[in-house]
């Protein structure tokens, strides 16, 4: 069974960093892609940076320039770099592990942006 485990959301100002981790329950490199979603109130899930084992990464016009996905094998994590966020980035992250076409998803973590 596969378990992806988010962790680092929090309450911060615009314009501040904050990094996510998405820890899995073994080998990460056994997926297809690696991702990160959310969801803000009201709005559906929307994915906004993919990282696939083979091929480039792929971010939201959204997050571009701002977000970085990286991963670290040895540890079975996913990261998820934020910078310069503001308050529309408000939402439930979600981690998303994509073994064909099975997805498999964390449990969320909020990341709140205001003043």
């Known amino acids: 069974q596969v378990q992806l485990v988010e962790s680092g959301g929090g309450l911060l100002q615009p314009g501040g960093s904050l990094r996510l981790s998405c820890a899995a329950s073994?080998?990460?490199?056994?997926?297809?892609?690696m991702g990160w979603y959310r969801q803000a109130p009201g709005n559906e899930r929307e994915l906004f940076a993919t990282?696939?084992?083979?091929?480039?990464?792929n971010y939201a016009d959204s997050v571009k320039g701002r977000f970085t996905i990286s991963r670290d094998n040895a540890r079975n994590t996913v990261y998820l770099q934020m910078n310069s966020l503001k308050p529309e980035d408000t939402a439930v992250y979600y981690c998303?592990?994509?073994?064909?076409?099975?997805?498999?998803w964390g449990q969320g973590t909020q990341v709140t942006v205001s003043s």
């Open positions: 998303n592990a994509q073994s064909g076409l099975r997805p498999y």
């Open positions: 073994g080998s990460i490199s056994r997926f297809n892609a």
């Open positions: 990282m696939p084992t083979v091929g480039r990464t």
